[in-house]
């Protein structure tokens, strides 16, 4: 079946950069928009990053400028760049393909000094 795998998760400087994977396997990847969600401790889920599967993506307020999102349909993954980290961001980062609303197990972001 469908299995979202996110990796690059860990701690970081304020200021500083991560980049995040989510290898996709079990479906056409291509015909799929793809999300990336975070979750930091006592907040609701919130949308972040969103790529169509034709490459238009939309952002957050919050993120726009510092993320950007990225597809690799050859490779079935979807990126997070992350750039200019504050200590707002850390939560836990979780990858959903749409239709079909499935999710990873998500990645610990930890923006620190």
């Known amino acids: 079946q469908v299995q979202l795998v996110e990796s690059g998760g860990g701690l970081v400087q304020p200021g500083g950069s991560l980049r995040l994977s989510c290898a996709a396997s079990?479906?056409?990847?291509?015909?799929?928009?793809m999300r990336w969600y975070r979750q930091a401790p006592g907040k609701q889920r919130e949308l972040v990053a969103a790529?169509?599967?034709?490459?238009?993506?939309n952002y957050a307020d919050s993120v726009k400028g510092r993320l950007t999102i990225s597809r690799d349909n050859a490779k079935s993954t979807v990126y997070l760049q992350m750039n200019s980290l504050k200590s707002e961001d850390t939560a836990v980062y979780y990858c959903?393909?749409?239709?079909?609303?499935?999710w990873g197990q998500g990645t610990q972001i930890t923006v620190s000094s």
């Open positions: 959903n393909s749409s239709p079909g609303d499935c």
């Open positions: 790529i169509s599967r034709r490459g238009v993506t």
């Open positions: 079990g479906m056409i990847f291509s015909i799929y928009a």
